[in-house]
């Protein structure tokens, strides 16, 4: 019985690890991507309304929200 316990303990431990490993990467991931879009914006006149500043403003707006929703998605209804 206590064998089953510690099993399953670690079985937790190890799952929660691993979650917790993939939302650090997938954070590290948002940030590298919004640094390459901000240096885009960067690089263009600021009162530039050409297609590329429109399209790199774009990309950082998508970015920016794409954590929340991938928060939203992994996060059961009855906690929201």
Do not use: D
Not at 46 to 66: D, G, I, M, P, Y
Request: glycine share 2%; with cysteine.
């Amino acid at each position: 019985m206590a064998l089953q316990m510690t099993k399953a303990k670690i079985a937790a431990n190890v799952k929660k690890s691993y979650f917790e490993l993939e939302q650090s990467r997938q954070l590290s991931q948002t940030t590298q991507e919004m640094g390459s879009s901000m240096a885009v914006l960067m690089n263009v006149s600021t009162n530039s309304e050409s297609l590329e500043v429109k399209a790199a403003r774009a990309q950082v707006e998508l970015r920016c929200f794409r954590p929340i929703l991938r928060i939203v998605r992994h996060t059961p209804a009855w906690t929201l």
